[in-house]
C-alpha cells in the first residue's frame, strides 16, 4: 500500500538537514561536507529545525484532510496565513523563512480576501521554487485519484497560483509532479524522467518550455556538477533534483548530495528527498536523522490522517487486519525480568514527564549512560501518550523508545485510557519506521502511575492487537513485569482471548 509517509518524512528531513547551511556556497560546502543533522549555524535554531518547505507541505496536508478531500484554495490560504502570522504548522511556534513571492501573495489575499488562486504573484521575477515546494501532498492526491493529465495540470496550476502564478514556474511543478506520480507506478528514475521527456507541453509558451531545454531535450543527469545550478530560480532546482536523485542509489547519499550543491539547500534537499523517501522509504532513511527531526510523530500524524481521507474518497480500505488475532497473541511473551537484559531490537521506556530523562525508567538511564541523557535534553517536550525513539547506546540493543505515560494520581490528568492507547500507537509506529523486529514493552501505567492493574494490562494486550498493522514483520514482543502476580494477571488475560 502507497503511504505518503515515505515522500514526507523523506521531504521533512531533507529540509531540516539543509536550513543550517541555507545560502552557504558550494567551494565551502565541498571542502567541509555536510553528512550529519546540525544545529544552527545559517538560521540559528536547534538541530532537526524544518522550514517554510514543511510548514506549506504539512498545511497543504492539513487542508486536504479537514475538507475531507477536497481541494479548497481559500482554506489552504488561510492556512498559510496562520503559518505566516502564528507559527502554526512549525516545529517551534515561529517561522523559519519565508520567500518574498509568498509573503508579497499571502499578504494581498489577506488585504482583498478575494480568491487565493487570482492572488499568486505572475511577473517575470516570481520565478522561484516557493510553490515547488508544497507539491508532494498532490502527487499522492493526484495519484490515489487516477487523475488525467488535464486534471492534473488544472489542480497544480490552482494550488501553485495560490502565491506562484508565473507559468515557469507552474510548468516546473508539473513536470516535478509527474515525475513523482511515475516514480509511484515504476520506482525507476530513469523511466520517471523519460516520462517528463515525452509530456505534452504544448500549453505553455516556447519561451517557457525553452527554459527546461537541459531536461527536456538531454539528460541532465549527464552534465558535470560545475554545470549544475543549485539557487531558488524554479529551474536551476528541478535540473538540481533530478541531477542528484538520478545520480545516487540511495536516499542517505541523495540527501548528502543535495545539501552539498549550496546555495538552497533547505528546498533543493526538501524536495529531493521526498523523491528519494518515494524510492527506497521511510525504513531506508539514516536512523539519527530520524531521531532528530523535530515532530516527527506529528508530521507521521499528519500522514496517517491524509492517506485516510484519500483512500476514503477512493472507496478503499486501509487493511488493518492482515494477521490472524491468535497469531499475534503467540508472539507476545510475558516476562518477569530486568527490561535492560531481555533480549529485543528496542526496549521501550515509560516517562511521567515529557521532558525526556526527567521521570524516566531509572535503569534504562543508569544502564545507558550520560549519552542517553544528553540527547534527551535536545528534545522538544512531548505531550502524554507521545513516543521518540533514541540510540541505546551502553545498552546491549538498538534502540529505546521513550513515551510519555498519564499519571492515574493527578486529578488535573483525565483521558488516561485513551492517551495510554496513544503510547501503544505510537511504539509501533515507531517500531516499524526503524525495522525493529522485536520490542520489549514494560508494565505501562502500573505502579509509580497508579493505573489499576485490570485496566493497564487490558489497554496493553488489546494496544498490541489493534496497531500490530502498524509492523506486521514483528516477529516478539515481551511484556517485561517485575512482580510475578501481574504477571499472571498478563496470562491469564491474554490466554482468555486466544480462540
Known amino acids: 500500500m502507497i503511504s505518503s509517509k515515505d515522500g514526507i518524512i523523506g521531504f521533512a528531513i531533507g ?23 546540525e544545529g544552527f549555524m545559517s538560521h540559528n535554531v536547534p538541530k532537526g529545525t524544518w522550514s517554510d518547505d514543511t510548514s506549506m507541505t504539512i498545511a497543504t496536508m492539513d487542508s486536504i484532510i479537514n475538507s475531507n478531500g477536497d481541494i479548497i484554495a481559500n482554506d489552504m490560504a488561510n492556512r498559510f496565513l496562520e503559518w505566516m502570522e502564528k507559527g502554526e504548522y ?16 499571502l499578504g494581498k489575499y489577506k488585504t482583498t480576501r478575494r480568491s487565493a488562486v487570482n492572488c499568486g504573484c505572475t511577473s517575470n521575477t516570481d520565478n522561484g521554487n516557493g510553490s515547488l515546494m508544497r507539491m508532494l501532498p498532490i502527487v499522492y492526491y493526484s495519484y490515489l485519484n487516477w487523475l488525467e493529465q488535464d486534471k492534473i495540470l ?21 513536470m516535478y509532479v509527474n515525475y513523482a506520480i511515475e516514480l509511484l507506478n515504476t520506482n525507476n528514475r530513469k523511466a520517471a524522467y523519460s516520462k517528463i521527456q515525452n509530456l505534452d507541453y504544448s500549453m505553455f509558451s516556447m519561451p517557457t518550455i525553452r527554459a527546461y531545454t537541459r531536461i527536456l531535450d538531454h539528460e ?70 530520524k531521531i532528530d527531526l523535530r515532530k516527527y510523530s506529528e508530521i507521521i500524524d499528519i500522514c496517517e490522517q491524509f492517506d485516510e481521507v484519500l483512500y476514503k474518497l477512493n472507496e478503499k480500505e486501509i487493511d488493518n487486519n492482515t494477521v490472524n488475532k491468535n497469531d499475534i497473541l503467540r508472539r507476545i511473551e510475558i516476562v518477569n525480568n530486568e527490561i535492560t537484559e531481555v533480549p529485543a531490537d528496542a526496549l521501550v521506556c515509560a516517562n511521567t514527564s515529557g521532558n525526556l530523562g526527567r521521570g524516566g525508567e531509572g535503569t534504562i538511564f543508569s544502564r545507558a549512560g550520560i549519552e542517553l541523557e544528553n540527547k534527551c535534553r535536545e528534545f522538544d517536550e512531548l505531550s502524554k501518550g507521545q513516543a521518540k525513539v533514541t540510540r ?8 529505546i523508545i521513550h513515551t510519555v505515560v498519564p499519571k492515574w494520581y493527578d486529578e488535573s490528568e483525565t ?10 500507537k505510537n511504539i509501533f509506529r515507531i517500531s516499524a519506521d526503524y525495522d525493529i523486529k522485536s520490542i520489549a514493552i ?11 492493574v485490570d485496566i493497564a494490562v487490558k489497554i ?26 501481574i504477571q499472571r494477571t498478563y496470562i491469564e488475560y491474554l490466554n482468555s482471548l486466544l480462540d
Open 442 to 452: 514494560p508494565t505501562l501505567g502500573i505502579g509509580a502511575c497508579r493505573a489499576p
Open 220 to 289: 541532465i543527469y549527464h552534465y558535470g556538477i560545475d554545470e549544475i545550478k543549485s539557487s531558488s530560480y524554479i529551474v536551476d532546482t528541478l535540473e538540481a533534483v533530478l541531477w542528484v536523485l538520478i545520480n545516487t542509489d540511495t536516499y542517505n547519499q541523495a540527501i548528502i548530495g543535495a545539501i552539498n550543491l549550496g546555495s538552497d539547500t533547505d528546498t533543493i534537499a526538501a524536495c529531493t528527498g521526498g523523491l528519494a523517501g518515494i524510492i527506497y522509504g521511510i525504513k531506508s532513511i539514516n536512523s539519527d536523522w
Open 90 to 105: 512549525t516545529p517551534g511556534g515561529k517561522i523559519v523563512d519565508i520567500d518574498r513571492t509568498t509573503l508579497r501573495a
Open 415 to 424: 483521558n488516561q485510557n485513551e492517551l495510554l492507547e496513544e503510547c501503544y
Open 15 to 37: 529540509d531540516a538537514m539543509g536550513v543550517p547551511v541555507e545560502f552557504t556556497n558550494r567551494e565551502k560546502l565541498m571542502r567541509n561536507p555536510i553528512t550529519s543533522m
Open 392 to 399: 541505546a547506546y551502553r545498552i546491549d540493543t538498538k534502540y
Open 460 to 485: 496493553a494486550i488489546d494496544g498490541i492487537i489493534n496497531n500490530f498493522f502498524r509492523n506486521t514483520d514483528i516477529d516478539k514482543i515481551y511484556i517485561v513485569c517485575n512482580d510475578s502476580r
Open 154 to 174: 488544472k489542480l497544480v496550476a490552482g494550488i501553485s497560483s495560490i502565491t506562484h502564478a508565473n507559468e515557469l514556474v507552474i510548468m516546473g511543478c508539473y
